[in-house]
């Protein structure tokens, strides 16, 4: 089994999409760093001395007409809380805001995350569908007839790879969002939390892989893998639309992949229904309801998804003619 499994990490790191696919994700990296650099870069002193005249001016303004102002507001038939015109804050006129580091990471996280879990499925598909186009599958096959063995060895092997390349990848980014936001002078705070998701990220990786390597395994083509997964993000699109116009199809969103997958690695996520509530007038006003898909629910809904593919594609590989 060990030389197996050397036999197939072997392969995958001689393709080439294998190194592309990285080099890919680490400029993702790189562009998220710029990104949180600007971002967190504190308020600089012309930025402040701009935000306190245009303060200045907001507050003579206020201290002259905010009582004509709330008059004229309770004079159209609102209330007088309704009216309430607050004084005028000085940071709200500062040009733009700066990220805290927790809100800078989980975005860096996240994107790295999502790129990299990309590029494992398209990975898993590439290295399983070549070799099953080009004949090498049948060819493996005839020196080591033990199909179980080689289906362990390869899912092992696309597991390993995603397991440590993702963790590689994410903790470099996250690492070096620390490094800025320490130069930048701000606190590290959420650093804890930052580090629970990119853990969990590390899960994500492992079911984009085995997705592609199961839907590449099932179409026999890795561009069909690759379609697959387009025509369900088109369909996604499509969707979104359905929960607008039938809100009694909303609470489906809690099935759908996508989801479940920010359920796993955020520890949880929320998504939003609309539902019309009586008023006392006898009218009807649509209201929004939060629903939330805990941590839990993602996980278990993704170790059945990849447990039953990887069980499918084992029959699958097991009786299949692979000439």
């Not at 303004?61 to 008059?71: G, I, L």
Request: charged content about 15%.
């Amino acid at each position: 089994m060990t030389a197996l499994l050397r036999a197939e990490l072997l392969r995958i790191r001689s393709r080439r999409l294998t190194w592309v696919a990285l080099g890919v994700v680490l400029l993702v990296v790189a562009l998220s760093q710029l990104a949180v650099a600007g971002s967190m870069r504190p308020v600089t002193a012309a930025e402040r001395a701009q935000a306190q005249v245009a303060y200045q001016q907001a507050v003579e303004d206020y201290d002259e007409n905010h009582e004509q102002y709330e008059q004229e507001c309770r004079d159209s038939g609102l209330s007088a809380e309704d009216c309430a015109y607050p004084p005028p804050r000085l940071e709200d006129y500062v040009a733009r805001s700066v990220s805290t580091f927790e809100a800078a990471g989980q975005l860096v996280v996240v994107v790295t995350v999502a790129f990299s879990g990309l590029a494992l499925l398209l990975l898993g598909a590439s290295v399983t569908g070549a070799e099953l186009s080009s004949g090498a599958l049948a060819n493996w096959l005839t020196f080591v007839p033990e199909r179980n063995r080689v289906f362990a060895a390869k899912v092992l092997a696309l597991v390993l790879v995603a397991a440590v390349s993702t963790a590689v990848v994410t903790a470099l980014a996250l690492a070096v969002t620390a490094v800025i936001a320490r130069v930048v002078g701000g606190p590290l705070d959420g650093l804890g939390d930052l580090a629970a998701v990119a853990a969990r990220g590390v899960l994500v990786g492992v079911a984009a892989v085995v997705v592609g390597f199961g839907l590449a395994l099932l179409t026999r083509h890795t561009i069909a893998a690759a379609g697959t997964v387009l025509g369900y993000l088109i369909l996604s699109g499509v969707l979104a639309v359905v929960w607008g116009a039938v809100p009694a199809l909303a609470g489906v969103q809690r099935y759908l992949p996508e989801n479940n997958l920010l359920a796993l690695l955020l520890g949880r996520h929320e998504f939003y229904t609309s539902t019309e509530v009586a008023q006392p007038d006898g009218t009807f006003e649509s209201t929004a309801v939060t629903h939330v898909i805990s941590l839990t629910h993602g996980a278990v809904y993704w170790a059945v998804v990849v447990a039953a593919l990887v069980a499918v594609t084992l029959v699958v590989f097991r009786r299949r003619d692979v000439n």
